[in-house]
């Protein structure tokens, strides 16, 4: 059975820092690319970042960018988002993903989600 | 990057309605798109892969359609299980972008 767990949520103020993880089980980690997805509250979905199986290739969205970094440790089947100079509007549920085959295609698997809040 | 419309926000329907989202892309994505359900509180569901590939296990009253730059999201019999917020997805480039979501409500 696939799982998908995150982890590392919290409050945080303005400027600070929080690294969120996504632990899996139940498939092959190293040859699964895999994705960051948030929702700000009452809002729809939007991508953050992904990464390729081998972490060799990642991608991020423009309002990320510079700011959030995506890594991943295959031995520990683990996921990871490195969040800095966070703001008010990285204020959102962070959901985990699972690509279905490779980067063309949809997320299969979805973790519950982790909250961040970013205030003061 | 590719931005993904999709109307209409908000559908109110009875159980037993055929209802229908669409979503156009700003550019050519070929069939690059996936549906996905959700409902409050919980992630998302994939529902359809490749405008029309429906995932196992999704019931067969779901399709759907398209292709280039206008696709939709059929559901031929609405049942009380299919009330939520539907997203498309785009994945031809670089971006991996939504569709800012329809909600179908109970009318």
């Known amino acids: 059975e696939v799982q998908v767990l995150e982890s590392g949520g919290g409050l945080v103020q303005p400027g600070g820092s929080l690294r969120l993880s996504c632990a899996v089980s139940g498939f092959t980690f190293s040859t699964s690319s895999m994705s960051w997805v948030r929702q700000a509250p009452g809002k729809g979905l939007e991508w953050v970042s992904v990464?390729?199986?081998?972490?060799?290739?990642?991608y991020y969205a423009d309002s990320v960018k510079g700011r959030f970094t995506i890594s991943r440790d295959n031995s520990k089947n683990t996921m990871y988002l490195q969040m800095n100079t966070l703001r008010a509007e990285d204020t959102a549920i962070y959901y985990c993903?699972?690509?279905?085959?490779?980067?063309?295609?949809?997320?299969?698997?979805w973790g519950p989600g982790t909250q961040v809040t970013v205030s003061s | 990057d590719i931005q993904m419309t999709q109307s209409p926000s908000t559908l109110s329907a009875s159980v037993g309605d055929r209802v229908t989202i669409t979503c156009r892309a700003s550019q050519n994505i070929n069939r690059w798109v996936a549906w996905y359900q959700q409902k409050p509180g919980r992630a998302p569901k994939l529902l359809i892969q490749?405008?029309?590939n429906l995932e196992s296990g999704v019931p067969s009253r779901f399709s759907g359609s398209g292709s280039g730059t206008e696709f939709t999201l059929t559901i031929s019999s609405l049942q009380p299980d299919d009330f939520a917020t539907y997203y498309c997805q785009q994945y031809n480039t670089y971006s991996w972008t939504f569709g800012q979501g329809t909600k179908v409500e109970i009318k």
């Open positions: 990464i390729s199986g081998s972490g060799g290739s990642s």
């Open positions: 490749k405008a029309s």
């Open positions: 993903a699972k690509f279905y085959y490779d980067f063309w295609s949809g997320f299969d698997f």
